[in-house]
């Protein structure tokens, strides 16, 4: 019995040890909950004030039921200076480090690059490594493993195993859907297959496992954010066409999803975030027909330059230069329920508006570093409610008590979550994005 065979044996019960190397959004959540079921879990990241605050039970990030876990015996998290004894001793090794744009939107494998520094270092034999992170088709069996054996010596499929597992979690949820979604296994040979499953059932013995190649299972998670992010850019594109007919989109698109079962459109809205926007372009650069992931990409990454054009022009109807106007932006993360501000399309709305000279003030209940509300809205030339918090649902009342009166003020709604009666009553000059009625 060779040693990754040993491995396999070893997996079928909880004595065995695993490193998380990267404890951000994707890779905390994963370790903490495999130390809650039972394993001794070790986190791996190079920024030590992320290191101390986790020592510290302090939640770097918002994540539902993650907070009782933070202290949990079984995990430990340490520094890249520190780990690789607790590599040595760790059995399983999965990579969750950040895999960003570069300038240029090719893939910044840096932080990739900068985990197996570390992990040269380590006595790898006989350990099941796991790439995590989001990454182009191709990266496991041409980069890692190459890599890998070209600076050891060693050999994958016999001295190490390998296998790409994708994150496929819903941000805000990943400790629920870490648990129950199924599991996509890529593995380059039927043992590190048989090692992969047996860990992630350790999470769940009812966990459903899917196994392909290490490459499908790469396409699949690429696959699967390119399909929604191509679904929204359609969504927007019915929005603009909304506002050039005349019509509101997002009601056109309510009433055709409406029991009907070939329906499905998503509203129109701002698009964005450390996923949907980059994972089209890590099937680029090897494509021959790149133009609908980039068409995709052009309108969703439009949309902010198209509501500073429209709120330009309502406001020079009322004689107030951009670049003397205050506008309050309410939501700064890119989603809805998220802190996350990463690619947020609302961040990018208040730079394009500095751009311009406005003064920008933001707010968003789930970021401590932005402004309250009152200090957002009072004295606004305009509001631009750009991230659909459910805070922000019915909130027209309350912004208009903060700031005593609305006449004049210039409000755009770009998820069509306040109501245009309510607005214009108060007095509000209301815009909504995909409609053309004004």
């Known amino acids: 019995m060779n ?11 909880k004595d065995f040890v695993i490193s998380v190397l990267g404890i951000g959004r994707v890779g905390l959540p994963l370790a903490l909950v495999f130390a809650r079921a039972g394993l001794k879990v070790i986190g791996v990241d190079q920024d030590k004030a992320h290191i101390e605050s986790i020592k510290n039970c302090i939640m770097p990030f918002s994540e539902e039921g993650m907070q009782d876990l933070m202290c949990h015996p079984n995990f430990e998290p ?75 010596g060693l050999k994958a499929g016999k001295d190490f195993g390998a296998a790409f597992c994708p994150e496929r979690v819903l941000e805000g949820h990943a400790i629920e859907e870490i648990s129950n979604l199924p599991e996509i296994i890529g593995a380059i040979d039927p043992l590190s297959a048989k090692i992969a499953a047996g860990v992630f059932r350790k999470i769940n013995p009812d966990k459903k496992i899917l196994e392909t190649t290490p490459k499908s299972a790469e396409l699949a998670k690429l696959y699967a954010n390119l399909y929604r992010y191509v679904n929204f850019a359609l969504a927007n594109e019915f929005a603009l066409l909304g506002e050039q007919f005349g019509e509101d989109a997002g009601e056109i698109i309510r009433i055709l999803n409406t029991d009907y079962p070939r329906g499905g459109v998503p509203k129109p809205g701002l698009v964005g975030g450390p996923c949907l926007t980059k994972d089209g372009y890590f099937l680029l650069s090897k494509s021959a027909f790149p133009e609908f992931a980039t068409l995709a990409s052009h309108l969703n990454e439009y949309i902010p ?11 020079r109807k009322k004689n107030i230069p951009i670049y003397n106007a205050k506008v309050g932006v309410l939501g700064i993360a890119f989603k809805r329920n998220s802190d996350d501000e990463r690619n947020s399309p609302a961040v990018k709305i208040c730079q394009l508006l500095e751009i311009e000279g406005a003064t920008v003030v933001k707010h968003d209940p789930h970021i401590k570093t932005t402004e309250s509300l009152a200090n957002a809205v009072k004295d606004a ?10 805070e922000f649902e019915g909130i027209l009342d309350t912004i208009h008590n903060l700031r005593h009166s609305s006449a004049g003020c210039v409000i755009f ?9 309510t607005a214009q009553r108060l007095g509000f000059d209301y815009i909504k994005f995909g409609s053309g009625k004004r």
């Open 78 to 152: 340490v520094h890249y200076s520190d780990a690789l004894s607790k590599i040595n001793s760790s059995d399983i090794l999965i990579i969750t480090v950040g895999t960003p744009l570069a300038c240029n939107n090719n893939p910044d494998f840096s932080q990739l690059f900068s985990i197996l520094s570390v992990l040269l270092k380590a006595q790898l034999q006989g350990k099941l490594l796991i790439l995590r992170s989001t990454v182009p088709p191709g990266t496991l069996e041409e980069k890692v493993i190459p890599y890998i054996e070209s600076k050891t």
């Open 413 to 421: 709604d770009c998820w069509g979550m306040l109501e245009k009666a």
């Open 305 to 315: 330059q198209h509501v500073i054009n429209l709120l330009k022009e309502r406001l």
């Open 3 to 13: 040693q990754l065979e040993k491995l396999a044996a070893k997996v079928t019960g």
């Open 381 to 390: 030339d305009a509001i631009v409610l750009a991230t659909n918090h459910p």
